[in-house]
């Protein structure tokens, strides 16, 4: 069993910076942030692969976004920049041991989630 617990989020301009945090309980191969706004289905948004290295992106997040993860720490960071009004969700921090897509329904571990506003 593992624990995830995210920190981080908060509200924000339009065109501002967040980084988002989440502390694992133990060790997982691909760790991810997923997102759902209300009235929408949970979406993944960045994930990345401790065996190779490899993080996945959902395009709407592409050159804005990075994922990242302290090993020693058994941390995962979001930095999200140039956030726009349709981030604005509920962001969850997942893991799984096997493949790192980006679908939701193939994550076993979820965190609690942390609540991004983002006013324009």
């Known amino acids: 069993q593992v624990q995830l617990v995210e920190s981080g989020g908060g509200s924000v301009q339009a065109g501002g910076s967040l980084r988002l945090s989440c502390a694992a309980s133990?060790?997982?191969?691909?760790m991810g942030w997923f997102r759902q706004a209300p009235g929408k289905e949970r979406e993944g948004v960045a994930t990345?692969?401790?065996?190779?290295?490899?993080?996945y992106y959902a395009d709407s997040v592409k050159g804005r976004f990075t994922i990242s993860r302290d090993y020693a720490k058994n941390t995962l960071s979001l930095q999200m920049n140039s956030l726009k009004a349709d981030d604005a969700a509920t962001y969850y921090c997942?893991?799984?041991?096997?493949?790192?897509?980006?679908?939701?329904?193939?994550?076993?571990?979820w965190g609690q989630g942390t609540q991004v506003t983002v006013s324009s």
């Open positions: 990345i692969y401790a065996r190779n290295g490899f993080t």
């Open positions: 997942a893991a799984r041991r096997v493949g790192c897509g980006l679908e939701a329904r193939e994550y076993i571990y």
């Open positions: 133990g060790y997982m191969s691909c």
